[in-house]
Structures are given as C-alpha cells and as structure tokens.
C-alpha cells in the first residue's frame, strides 16, 4: 500500500554495476596522516599515506578483510622492513651477515586501511613477477614466481585478527610460472594459469586427475619475440560471458574452449607497430557487461605499449617513444574489428583500473623505453581518465599530476571508498636509493577522484545495507533477487547505479580477474525519512560472475557511496 511520503521509481533506467575485484573497507570516518590537498575542476586529488611501507608493492591485492597484500621478491637482498626475529624464530643482530641475510627482512606485508599500518608476512619462496586470483571464500591462490618459487602455489586467507600469513601448498604446479598470468574460472575455485618466460603452456589449479599436467599452447610459441624479451609475457586474460578465455600477447589475441582444450576463434591483429605484452608492457581491461544485452557483448580493450625494437634500444641506453594507441574490441558475435583510438601522450607500465562510475583510470607508468631494469624514462606523472561512452574523440581526461614516479615493479588497485592505492616502482635488481635515475620507491599514495570531494556529499548515497537474515556477510545464488538500502537525502534521480567490486590481483600493468557487471534493478522505493529500498537481482550464472566476493556500491548521479562486501555463488 503507497504512502503519500514514499517514491516509488521503475528499475528501467536504474542499472546495477558490479566490479570483479576486491574490496578494502574504508569508514566514512576514516583518519589517515595524509593531507589532501584542495582540487581544481574535476582532476581529482593526491594523498600520501605512508611514507615508507618496507616493501616493494611489485604485487597487490585486496581482500574482503579490508586489507591490502603488498610483496615484492626475497631474491633481492635486505627491504626495509627489518625483522627483530627470523620467522623461523631465530634473532636478528646488528652484526653484518644478519644486516646482508634477507631473512632477516619482511618481503611482503598486509596494509590495514583503516589504521594506515603494515604488518610483515611470511614468504617461503620468491613470488617474484607471479600471479593471483582470489577463491570464492575470499582467499588468494598465488601461483608461481622465480627459482624455487617458480612452480610453487601459495594461499592467503584473510582474517580480522590480524594472525594469518602465506601457507605454501604442498602440490606444485607443473611448469615454472614466471611471468605468467592466471584467471578464476566459472568452475568451483578452479583457476587457469597460462604463460610464463621460457614456457609456451597452460594448466589448471587444482588438477581434476592425478596424471593431469599442463596442456601446450602454440599461440604462445607464434607471439613470441626472441630478439625483444618475449613480448608475450603476462599476456592479457579475459573471461568471456560464454565462458571461453580471450587470450592477447604481443599484437595477437586467440579465444579458447576451456572444455575442449582448444582455439575456436583467432582475431584480427591489433593495428600499428609494437608490442603490448611484457617487456613491452601495455594494459588491458574488460569493459563493464550490461543485463540489458544479457551480459552477451563481451568488449575488451587493449592501451598502450612499447615500440617495436624498445627492450634492445633501452639495452644501449636509447629510450624510444612508446605507444599512444588503444583498441577496443569486441570478442563476441562475428564482428570482431579493433576500432583505435589515442591517449593524450604515449604510456606503458601502467594500470588500468574501473572506477565505480564504470570508467576507466590509467595511472602509473612511463613514455620512453620499455620495462626491466632501469629500461623506462621519462616518467608518466598524470593519470587519465577514459569514458567509454562518450564521442570518440572526447573520452580521454587529463587528471591531476603526482610528484611521485611509479616505473617498473609499480602497482594500483581500486579501495572500497572509490580511492586507487598506489604503491611501488623499483626499476633495480636491489633496493637502490642513490645515483640513479628513478631510485626505489616505498612511499604509498592514494588517488582521490573527483567525486569523493566533499562538495559532492549532498548527491553521496550513504549507510548502504544488504538485507538479510543475518551475519556480515550475503551470499547470494546466481539470478536470484536481493534487497538493499540506502540513505539519500534528495529525491531519486534516473540516474541511480549499485556498483560492486571485489579485488584483483595487480602487477605488472595488469589487473588479473578485475570484472564489473551492470546488474538489473527490479524495483526501487523511497521513503518520506529518505530511505530507499531496491529489489536488485543477482548475476545470472559464473560464466558471467565467478563465484567470489564482490563489492556492492550505490552511484548517485556519479558519486559513489562507500561498498559493502556481497558474495555470489552457487545456489
């Protein structure tokens, strides 16, 4: 029965967007020791957070413990996290074997958004250049990396206490993974890896049978440039809504039948010169799936890379010009045609990351050269904005600038109050501060983009709620219907989104299983106190979703609320 105080909105024009990622809590209250200076226009704004994390943030992931994951290597030598105790317990002394063990230094730590401190983890083997994707319960398998780590499968279970660290599987992958790349897959928590130096093959983890090992891929073989480092190198991974796996490295993009083990559609070269795939190092991102097509136009898009002869220019100390070029395509139907278009300056080793209001950031990275030790200069200070509904022509925004380089071994990953967390960049074998052009870099910074200003608190949706019976957590089974609410103190607009993201495993320019979905919205209520109710409904299947925890965010004419952690899976 309708209340003369209540307003009641079709769901037609009200999409729900779901970002595959994970999710770092953040309060509306939340203090940190980083100023935040004012902006101008729309450019968004820099925070700097810490001022040394102890560790490289080569790798980052975030959990639905509202956590960061921040690791490097332990072949490197001593971080800057030095340990009172061994993690075998021993001591530590000032003595100068213990100053040079790297045993006696944290290699990777867990960053607690909340309070703005890191706590050191354990590492066994070198996880060095490896890959993640996180399991539906929340955990990350972490799979590879070099020497004694290279064929290793590490675990993550995030807690709230603090008291978990990395525990090493006693299986072991069947190829080395250095430089490979992984993707959950719609199966229960199984997961692909492909790639990796001197590896021309895939597997999956865990193994359906005793005797299974890895299956080869000669794609891999055909993309590789011996003369230029590889160039297929993490190549780009994409799951498709029908459930088969976009495949680019170098220039040259493949769809494979998980099912069957085989190519079924080989696309079109991506159009100009250069590579895309490490060294060259470009980046790509899915862009968001829509209900209204039922998730079935899959596009991806591919930006940015080094130019053809880079890795053996930057060997001689000549750093050329890397690419503008960015292609989008869709992988869907038979109208496969990459249709190219120009960032405002060229860029490689960057992040492309989707914000809330399903735009694209790129931040980090370089202009000249290519990655690898000290390969890249001329560093790429401003990030840029990418909407990928606007004119050709009028989608690229210039953001504001940092002071900060962010090179080779740099990362980023979207936060749950829609900030990026930006970390890393060590373009040396060693941790190196002096004499060289772009010493190692340990301060962490966040992006703020424009909408988390406070101008823009009277449009903010706030105390987001998942109904339910009970619990902090909402699993909810594939196309079934859920309920959620929210504060907004103006009417609702048409213009009224959900957002959820849940955390990908970032490094080296790539977001490993980033993922968001536009969500059907069946029907929507607002009270005469300002509470609104909305009928949303789940993800259809895992094809379209892998089970996982997902980020539900409520986007009012642009401006993001902070996130609530929702779980898909099977019913």
Avoid at 128 to 148: H, K, M, R, V
Avoid at 458 to 487: C, K, M, Q, W
Avoid at 518 to 541: F, I, Q, T
Wanted: hydrophobic share 35%; with cysteine; charged share 20%.
């Amino acid at each position: 029965m309708a209340h003369e105080n209540m307003f009641s909105l079709s769901c037609s024009k009200i999409t729900i967007t779901i970002l595959f990622l994970v999710f770092v809590g953040f309060s509306d209250g939340a203090k940190s020791n980083g100023k935040i200076r004012s902006s101008q226009g729309r450019k968004g704004q820099w925070q700097l957070l810490l001022n040394n994390t102890g560790v490289v943030g080569m790798h980052m992931a975030l959990t639905y413990k509202n956590t960061v994951l921040m690791f490097d290597q332990t072949g490197a030598g001593p971080s800057s996290y030095q340990l009172r105790k061994r993690f075998n317990g021993s001591m530590c002394t000032k003595s100068h074997n213990d100053l040079m063990d790297s045993t006696c230094y944290a290699h990777s730590v867990e960053y607690d958004i909340s309070s703005n401190k890191v706590r050191p983890l354990r590492l066994d083997t070198d996880p060095w250049c490896s890959s993640g994707s996180f399991l539906s319960n929340g955990t990350l398998l972490q799979t590879g990396g070099y020497g004694q780590g290279a064929k290793r499968v590490r675990f993550y279970r995030p807690c709230g206490n603090h008291q978990c660290d990395w525990i090493q599987s006693k299986k072991s992958l069947s190829d080395e993974r250095w430089y490979a790349s992984s993707q959950i897959l719609p199966e229960h928590d199984r997961v692909i890896v492909v790639g990796g130096r001197r590896v021309s093959t895939f597997e999956f983890v865990p193994k359906t049978s005793l005797g299974e090992k890895s299956f080869n891929l000669p794609f891999l073989h055909q993309t590789f440039d011996r003369n230029s480092g590889g160039n297929n190198l993490y190549p780009f991974l994409h799951l498709s809504s029908d459930g088969n796996l976009f495949i680019f490295a170098n220039r040259d993009s493949i769809l494979l039948n998980l099912r069957r083990n085989r190519v079924i559609k080989t696309f079109p070269r991506i159009p100009g010169d250069g590579s895309r795939n490490y060294p060259s190092s470009g980046s790509s991102v899915l862009l968001p799936l829509d209900h209204r097509d039922n998730f079935e136009k899959v596009e991806v898009m591919v930006c940015g890379g080094s130019a053809t002869g880079a890795f053996k220019a930057a060997s001689k100390g000549r750093f050329l010009e890397g690419l503008r070029s960015c292609g989008r395509m869709v992988i869907t139907g038979n109208a496969n045609k990459w249709n190219m278009e120009y960032m405002p300056k060229p860029r490689f080793l960057h992040d492309m990351l989707i914000l809330p209001t399903g735009n694209i950031l790129i931040i980090n990275g370089a202009k000249h050269g290519c990655a690898g030790y000290d390969n890249a200069r001329n560093a790429s200070l401003e990030p840029y904005l990418y909407n990928p509904n606007k004119k050709l022509g009028k989608r690229f925004t210039v953001l504001r600038s940092t002071k900060i380089a962010r090179m080779y071994h740099s990362s980023a990953t979207l936060l749950p109050d829609g900030r990026v967390l930006v970390a890393g960049s060590n373009p040396h074998g060693r941790y190196t501060f002096h004499n060289v052009a772009y010493p190692t870099e340990l301060r962490l910074q966040a992006f703020v983009p424009h909408y988390m200003e406070k101008r823009y608190h009277s449009l903010r949706p706030s105390n987001l709620t998942i109904e339910h019976g009970g619990g902090d957590r909402y699993a909810i089974g594939y196309g079934t219907e859920f309920r959620v609410r929210f504060l907004l103190g103006r009417r609702l607009s048409d213009e009224v989104r959900f957002s959820a993201y849940s955390p990908p495993f970032t490094t080296h320019s790539f977001a490993m299983n980033q993922r968001m979905l536009k969500l059907r919205c069946k029907s929507m209520v607002r009270n005469g106190d300002g509470w609104v109710h909305a009928v949303l409904e789940a993800p259809p299947s895992p094809n379209v979703a892998p089970s996982g925890y997902y980020l539900l965010t409520v986007v009012n004419e642009g401006i993001p609320s902070l996130s609530q952690w929702v779980q898909f899976v099977h019913a």
